[in-house]
């Protein structure tokens, strides 16, 4: 059974940074296409980032350059470091396989970017 587990979200002030991690279990793991997601209050999960299985990367284009997704296969962790957090960014963050698998969102974590 797959399952993702998010962790590292916080309250952080405009221009802070967080690194986020998610635990994955399950047997694919290194050979599934990973993501970020965000929802924000009254929409959907969009997609942040992405990392392929072999390790290129995909980002939003309004976000891109202030993100790092990253990936250990060892340990079955997939890591997303936001510097220079701004008001937009606030969310509940989650990951998932991409494209997501609707039965396996976690409780994923919050991040709110405020003064």
Avoid: H
Avoid at 7 to 21: M, T, Y
Avoid at 49 to 76: C, F, H, K, V
Avoid at 100 to 106: C, D, L, T
């Amino acid at each position: 059974q797959v399952q993702f587990m998010e962790s590292g979200g916080a309250l952080v002030q405009p221009g802070g940074s967080l690194r986020l991690s998610c635990t994955a279990s399950g047997s694919d793991f290194s050979s599934s296409d990973m993501a970020w997601y965000r929802q924000t209050l009254g929409s959907e999960r969009d997609l942040v980032a992405q990392i392929r299985s072999y390790g290129s990367t995909y980002y939003m284009p309004s976000a891109e350059g202030r993100l790092t997704i990253s990936r250990d296969n060892a340990n079955s962790m997939v890591y997303l470091r936001i510097n220079n957090l701004q008001p937009d960014d606030t969310g509940v963050y989650y990951c998932n396989k991409f494209p997501p698998r609707s039965a396996f969102w976690g409780q994923g974590t919050q991040v709110t970017v405020s003064s």
